[in-house]
């Protein structure tokens, strides 16, 4: 199984940034997808962003249309860590992010995942 750890959350302004890191161990060789899931106050856990762990062609990132152009996911060169840079963040983007490892692109959006413990990110406006 693997372990997955963040942190990096914390309070903002809107229009503010904030870079979330999540450290990856354990038994990680059936990963192919890293990435983050959130969920707001009231609603459920929703995928924002994807990162393939494979090579690939083209862009190996995937965005939910509400983070899309605003939210940066990545890796560091070892793929032991997963980051993802927030910008022009909104009171809307308020709420407890869980980094997320999945075995396939479907698994890791439907949620079937290797979870973190979440670190809560806070917006005000």
């Known amino acids: 199984q693997v372990q997955l750890q963040e942190s990096g959350g914390g309070s903002v302004q809107a229009g503010g940034s904030l870079r979330l890191s999540c450290t990856v161990s354990?038994?990680?060789?059936?990963?192919?997808?890293l990435g983050w899931h959130r969920q707001a106050p009231g609603k459920e856990r929703e995928g924002i962003a994807s990162?393939?762990?494979?090579?690939?062609?083209?862009?190996?990132?995937r965005y939910a249309d509400s983070v899309k152009g605003r939210f940066t996911v990545s890796l560091d060169n070892d793929k032991t860590t997963v980051y993802l840079q927030m910008n022009s963040l909104k009171p809307e983007d308020t709420g407890m992010y869980y980094c997320?490892?999945?075995?396939?692109?479907?698994?890791?959006?439907?949620?079937?995942?290797?979870w973190g413990q979440g670190t809560q990110v806070t917006v005000s406006s």
């Open positions: 990162i393939y762990l494979g090579k690939v062609a083209g862009d190996n990132t």
């Open positions: 354990g038994s990680a060789s059936s990963i192919y997808h």
């Open positions: 997320a490892a999945g075995r396939t692109f479907v698994d890791f959006w439907r949620g079937r995942n290797d």
